[in-house]
């Protein structure tokens, strides 16, 4: 992937600070649960105001799911990127490349387990969670018919982002699953897999159009 441009001390001082902020939230909400903590207690623990807190973040669920803009910038920078290939392909090959770097998008750990059952603990949560990766498929979507040259309604890059976007859910859940069960099998190669086999069924869907 390109690398990012240098970012400024004004930008860096404020990735840092919501990343602070971010942090310490996760820290409370996994040790007394999502609706437990108020965003006062929020701000004490990160030494900032209330104020300072609201400023990054809007909704309270944002303190935890606060890198799903990452995950698109990701998928449209590979897309983006001026080559050959067609949008699947891009796709097919940024996933490839996200796993062999042990990118943060899919990693997993007794920690990552502990952030997701916090999600699973709480309605609120879960259901957040479920609109961001709605989100996320339908911007996709738009993406891929951009890409291809097609209207941002066309229903054939929907149908291919929710492949893909579903591939990238189902390896990561499982993976998630054999690390809490203390399941050896959750290595790399097990997620290319999983991963593949979605990419087959996405490109099984593709035939005969600009995205394959």
Known sequence: ???????GLREQKKRLTRQHISNEATQLFIRYGFDNVTISDIAQAA????MTVSNYFVRKEELLFDR???ITELLEESLKN?????PLAKLKGLTAELLEQKHKVFMINQNVVKFWQVVADSTTLSTFGIMQFDIICKQLGKMLASDAGQPETD???????????????VAYTEALFRQKMNIEQTDIEFLFDITARGFCAAEAAAKGTQYL
Not at 1 to 7: D, H, L
Not at 82 to 86: A, H
Request: aromatic content about 2%; overall charge positive.
């Open 1 to 7: 992937m390109k690398a990012n441009k240098p970012e």
């Open 47 to 50: 030494n900032v105001s209330k």
């Open 68 to 70: 799903m803009g990452e």
């Open 82 to 86: 001026r080559n050959e290939r067609s």
């Open 155 to 169: 229903p054939t890059a929907h149908l291919l982002a929710t492949i893909i976007m579903n591939t990238w859910r």
